[in-house]
Nanobody, 117 residues
């Protein structure tokens, strides 16, 4: 069982920045992949950014060039640096961990990000 705790959300003006953190209850060194998802009111949860065990990253087209995902194995933490924020980035952001290629999968409780225009 892996517990994930997100932090760093809040209210920011358009054009501003936030850094989200996801702290895991165990070493993330061998976790197959970790990711950030988000869910806006009335919308489906969507993948924002992911990072693999080997450090490969992928991003949703809507955040490419603005968001950066990274992992600090020593701190068992994954980060999401969000720059040039837009009102449409407003959502609850969730941390996700996939222990192996076939699971199991774990989710954090989410952190609210609100971007005002």
């Amino acid at each position: 069982q892996v517990q994930l705790a997100e932090s760093g959300g809040g209210l920011v003006q358009a054009g501003g920045s936030l850094r989200l953190s996801c702290a895991a209850s165990q070493s993330i060194f061998s976790i197959n992949a970790m990711a950030w998802y988000r869910q806006a009111p009335g919308k489906q949860r969507e993948l924002v950014a992911g990072i693999t065990f080997g450090g490969s990253t992928n991003y949703a087209d809507s955040v490419k060039g603005r968001f950066t995902i990274s992992r600090d194995n020593a701190r068992n933490t994954v980060y999401l640096q969000m720059n040039s924020l837009k009102p449409e980035d407003t959502a609850v952001y969730y941390c996700n961990a996939y222990l192996t290629a076939r699971g199991p999968e774990y989710w954090g409780q989410g952190t609210q990000v609100t971007v005002s225009s």
